[in-house]
């Protein structure tokens, strides 16, 4: 039995070895380089093209566009087309422009993004992006992505905004006074407010933030009325179960099981009402209030339907097995198997999965009617959440905008205007008007008709380049190939090395 033991031990440090050993392999093992942007000095007339303009729902049929130096100069119903040779004309006849869409609630999530995530993005056609912070702290490397992609040499999205600090999330610590002074320093970051954060730090933080200019915007804080957090000028609350949490006769008393959790004392859970009970007792009077307040204190609202859609769907197979899976690498795949299986296993509880449907099914109601009433929502994804992809569920979201009870055009306005508005950059960005910049989608069918036409891309401007359908089609293969094989492989062992190395987790 003894030489049973020890035999047994020796192959098994062998083995443990031996894995050992692999990984270090493919920590090693060096993943492509990002790739580049396109460089060139050419001006560009797109002839004979129908402009999409979302903000008065209509097409403004036959147009020329000419571009020079990633600026749109002349926008004429006629055009003498120019014969410079530095001058490329592009057909766009039967074609629709598109202004490049954003995505305002993305995660670049991981130092490998420009592998993996920023191609998806240029790809289907989201040219800039509100960065949310997560997972793992990358402050340095988005600060050098966003120089690169500025200076047209890494491929990928403009870092418009970007979360520099999180504040009150579970590992979060920090003195908020520090957090403030730190982002100060970069107008074009804020801090991310998690829902743990509690009454004392998050006012002390509101008021500081606003003597300095500081934007703070993100989670609906639990512990918080959010008309209070409204009112003291949070800049946008996000995802959809900020109205159910709020407009219900519990809410107050949700609000204080969040307060004893977030300062560690003793819980009776069953004071905690349930989310069940919660949509049962929705009061459309404390909905109305908080959206009144949210319109006139200008709060804007990133619903990020397509996190709910998954819950709804977690038993879909077709839904979980999207060819999108393609793209994502091995890592980020096991933990939404893992999500998935959770879920599976809450749906077995007879009632969930119906109540799951509602839950999703009301978010969208509500995400309509608070449009209706004024509320600025801006178009987001969660990028990274299980079945939100980057790139690609931009789209996805702006179908569920248009189930809300959004028109097509006024889903785009969330995914165009809304956001240039919010980062106060509608002067360069938005809408194809002359003297912004020339971010513009060729789309083969008019995404007014149908909001699934935004997805037939056939070519993009960016940063003063043309991207082709064969461009599109290598950024997307680029991708895959590293989501998969050695190099997926390689890719998901620096990730989590990344995720364990890091201080916050």
Same mark, same amino acid.
């Given at each position: 039995m003894k030489k049973i033991i020890l035999k047994t031990l020796k192959y098994g440090l062998i083995l443990i070895g031996f894995v050992l050993f692999i990984v270090l392999l493919l920590f090693i093992y060096p993943i492509p380089e990002p790739l580049s942007q396109k460089a060139d000095n050419n001006s560009y007339t797109i002839s004979n093209i129908n402009i999409v303009d979302v903000a008065n729902d209509s097409i403004l049929k036959n147009q020329t566009i000419v571009i020079k130096n990633n600026r749109?100069?002349?926008?004429t119903l006629n055009d003498s087309i120019s014969k410079d040779k530095n001058t490329k004309i592009i057909d766009?006849?039967?074609?629709y422009a598109l202004a490049g869409l954003w995505d305002m609630h993305s995660h670049l999530a991981f130092q490998i993004a420009p592998q993996v995530i920023m191609p998806l993005h240029i790809a289907n056609g989201i040219t800039n992006i509100?960065?949310?912070?997560?997972?793992?702290?990358?402050?340095?490397?988005?600060?050098?992505?966003?120089?690169?992609?500025?200076?047209?040499?890494?491929?990928?999205?403009?870092?418009?905004?970007?979360?520099?600090?999180?504040?009150g999330a579970n590992y979060d610590e920090q003195n908020v006074l520090d957090v403030i002074n730190k982002t100060a320093n970069d107008k074009r970051t804020f801090i991310k407010i998690y829902?743990?954060?509690?009454?004392?730090?998050?006012?002390?933080?509101?008021?500081?933030?606003?003597?300095?200019?500081?934007?703070?915007?993100?989670?609906?804080p639990n512990a918080i009325n959010p008309i209070d957090a409204s009112n003291a000028g949070q800049r946008s609350f996000e995802h959809?179960?900020?109205?159910?949490?709020?407009?219900?006769?519990?809410?107050?008393?949700?609000?204080?099981?969040?307060?004893?959790?977030?300062?560690?004392?003793?819980?009776?859970?069953?004071?905690?009402?349930?989310? /069940?009970?919660? $949509?049962? !007792? +929705?009061?459309?009077?404390?909905?109305?209030?908080?959206?009144?307040?949210?319109? =006139?204190? %200008?709060?804007?609202?990133?619903?990020?339907?397509i996190t709910r859609k998954y819950e709804a769907l977690t038993n879909n197979e077709d839904f979980l097995n999207d060819?999108?899976?393609?793209? /994502?690498?091995? $890592?980020? !795949? +096991?933990?939404?198997?893992?999500?998935?299986?959770?879920?599976?296993?809450?749906? =077995?509880? %007879?009632?969930?999965?119906?109540?799951?449907?509602?839950?999703?099914?009301?978010?969208?109601?509500?995400?309509?009617?608070?449009?209706?009433?004024?509320?600025k929502i801006l178009a987001g994804t969660d990028s990274y959440d299980p079945y939100s992809f980057p790139g690609i569920s931009l789209h996805s979201e702006l179908e569920e905008l248009v189930k809300a009870g959004l028109s097509p055009a006024e889903a785009l306005v969330c995914a165009t205007i809304n956001p240039?508005?919010?980062?106060?950059?509608?002067?360069n960005y938005g809408t194809i008007e002359e003297e912004k910049i020339a971010d513009i989608l060729i789309l083969n069918k008019n995404p007014?008709?149908?909001?699934?036409?935004?997805?037939s891309i056939e070519s993009l401007f960016f940063n003063g380049n043309i991207y082709t359908k064969e461009d599109i089609d290598t950024m997307k293969k680029y991708v895959e190939d590293n989501s998969s094989g050695i190099n997926g492989l390689s890719i998901s062992v620096k990730m989590f090395i990344r995720l364990m190395k890091d201080n916050r987790h």
């Open positions: 749109i100069i002349k926008i766009g006849t039967g074609k509100r960065d949310m912070q997560g997972v793992v702290n990358i402050n340095e490397e988005r600060i050098k992505w966003r120089k690169e992609i500025e200076s047209e040499t890494l491929l990928g999205p403009r870092l418009i905004g970007f979360a520099d600090e999180i504040v829902s743990g954060i509690l009454s004392k730090r998050y006012f002390e933080l509101a008021k500081v933030a606003k003597s300095k200019g500081v934007v703070f915007a993100g989670h609906y959809a179960h900020l109205f159910l949490k709020h407009s219900n006769p519990d809410a107050e008393k949700l609000r204080e099981y969040y307060r004893a959790m977030y300062a560690d004392e003793e819980l009776d859970e069953k004071n905690k009402p349930s989310s /069940i009970e919660m $949509l049962k !007792s +929705f009061d459309y009077a404390k909905f109305y209030e908080l959206v009144d307040v949210m319109v =006139k204190n %200008e709060t804007y609202f990133c619903p990020t339907h060819e999108n899976l393609k793209y /994502i690498p091995h $890592l980020v !795949s +096991f933990i939404w198997k893992d999500d998935v299986s959770g879920m599976k296993e809450f749906t =077995k509880k %007879e009632g969930n999965q119906n109540h799951l449907n509602n839950f999703y099914a009301k978010g969208l109601e509500l995400t309509g009617l608070a449009h209706k009433k004024g509320v240039s508005k919010y980062f106060q950059v509608s002067k007014l008709l149908d909001i699934k036409n935004t997805t």
